[in-house]
């Protein structure tokens, strides 16, 4: 670990000479690309846990929207290239000791000063599997969570569904707990490919669920997709693109297949001596996702994000991830679950026997956190809206008090020298080129003492 110091807030940084081009990196090999949270996960620490219990005593920050996350980590098939923690082997007592110790921990928060009265702007369900539940245990679960925390002013409630589990009667019932936005996770429409990625859903599901879900009128619909899964072939890949245009969504979300060592696709890598994953190269999945983009935009769909392409920009926002990258508060509940409230990061304990001892002892389930600094809340909230294409430079300096291209004069001289930067008077983006691989160039803007570990 380096020992340089790190630079508080509003110095500038020296420039010094970037490296002539960038790092290569081209096979797909273990370990996590996407960026989604600065420091890194693996900085955060048991023994920051106190700090992160301090503020829950005192008073939320002025004007901070709250958001609100439910994990639910049941799936009914784990996928080979999942890196989430799951289980498929729970049965219905274990799922509602869960679903109680959810609401236990929801009570224990609910109360708390760091709340303030405030009520949740933004609903998130993701998993695992949210739709694994019944639709009884989604009745229990999010009745006793509005008596918690009232949803009335939340403007959104995303809710992550996997096709095969969503049966007409059960997204009746997900709509009328208030879901806004339904996020399928169809992946690909390929049975051969669903197959041998470890999927349990199956092309006739998506084409079902997908359908119900129009006709019961979710007011947004947005689906994802992998590029690069295992055996993806260049006819395959064009012929899921044309099957995600003509079912005309309101948003897309396209990954580039990463291959974390907590998958069964590295276990079995390990297993053989292999290094290389056996996935397409980074090069072939940014051009697959830069030509599905291109696809949608041909019918008239614009690019928001590295991932994400929308059909109407003015209508459909994401107010969770909006939320997310501009440091709103994010409290979390669940397994592993992942928060951050009044400037302190956050997670679970990550198993379900140690989440659940925890809360059925009376305490919350806490197994890291970390406080960073107030330049790394600006590196971080920089980096996320990066994300999106591109910043305004204004409005950082008005929030942070020193000018981004000042704070970050040598990250951003690099990829300028990689010609990765495209810069009006306030606007800092990124090429499309860049933003296709903006998770790796985010590294330029880490601490030093962050960039060798492992992301996770
Ligand atoms: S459905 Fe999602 S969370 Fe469940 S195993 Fe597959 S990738 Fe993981």
């Avoid at 890194?40 to 620490?45: Q, V």
């Avoid at 992550?160 to 049966?167: D, F, N, Q, S, V």
């Avoid at 004069?409 to 606007?427: C, I, Q």
């Amino acid at each position: 670990m380096s020992t340089a110091p790190t630079p508080t807030a509003g110095t500038p940084i020296p420039l010094t000479a970037a490296p002539p081009t960038p790092p290569a990196k081209t096979e797909t090999t273990a370990g996590n690309y996407f960026v989604s949270n600065y420091p890194p996960f693996g900085a955060w620490k048991a023994e920051d846990v106190e700090a992160y219990l301090g503020v829950l005593d005192q008073p939320p920050r002025s004007d901070v929207p709250l958001g609100l996350y439910t994990h639910i980590p049941f799936c009914r098939k784990r996928c080979h290239f999942c890196y989430f923690r799951v289980y498929t082997d729970k049965n219905a007592d274990d799922i509602r000791g869960y679903l109680d110790a959810l609401l236990s921990e929801l009570r224990r928060y609910a109360d708390k000063p760091v709340i303030g009265g405030r009520k949740p702007r933004f609903i998130y369900f993701g998993g695992g599997t949210p739709s694994y539940l019944s639709p009884d245990q989604l009745g229990f679960l999010t009745r006793g969570m509005k008596e918690l925390l009232p949803w009335d002013e939340a403007e959104e409630i995303t809710f992550e569904g996997e096709p095969g589990t969503l049966t007409d009667h059960k997204l009746r019932a997900i709509r009328e707990m208030g879901v806004t936005r339904l996020s399928l996770g169809i992946e690909h429409f390929d049975d051969h490919i669903l197959e041998i990625n470890g999927r349990a859903h199956r092309s006739r599901e998506v084409q079902r669920a997908y359908a119900y879900a129009r006709e019961i009128g979710f007011p947004q619909i947005n689906i994802d997709l992998i590029a690069g899964m295992v055996e993806e072939t260049e006819e395959k890949w064009r012929e899921a693109i044309a099957k995600a245009v003509a079912l005309q969504p309101d948003s897309v979300t396209i990954y580039q297949m990463e291959v974390p060592y907590n998958t069964t696709i590295y276990q079995t890598m390990k297993a053989e001596g292999r290094l290389v994953a056996p996935v397409a190269d980074w090069e072939t999945k940014r051009r697959w996702v830069h030509e599905a983009f291109a696809e949608f935009e041909k019918v008239g769909y614009t690019v928001t994000s590295t991932t994400t392409v929308v059909r109407d920009p003015e209508k459909v926002k994401f107010q969770y991830r909006a939320g997310l990258f501009s440091g709103a508060d994010l409290l979390s509940i669940g397994v592993a679950s992942f928060g951050h409230l009044s400037g302190v990061h956050y997670q679970n304990q990550h198993d379900f026997q140690p989440y659940l001892s925890a809360v059925n002892s009376g305490r919350l389930p806490l197994y890291r956190a970390l406080r960073p600094t107030a330049e790394e809340l600006y590196t971080r909230e920089f980096m996320l809206q990066l994300k999106l294409g591109s910043v305004r430079a204004s409005a950082f300096t008005a929030k942070f008090g020193t000018d981004p291209r000042v704070q970050f004069a040598t990250p951003l001289a690099t990829l300028r020298s990689w010609g990765f930067l495209v810069e009006s008077e306030d606007r800092i983006g990124l090429t499309r080129d860049g933003l296709l691989q903006v998770d790796r160039l985010l590294q330029e803007f880490f601490d030093p003492k962050y960039r060798k570990g492992r992301y996770a």
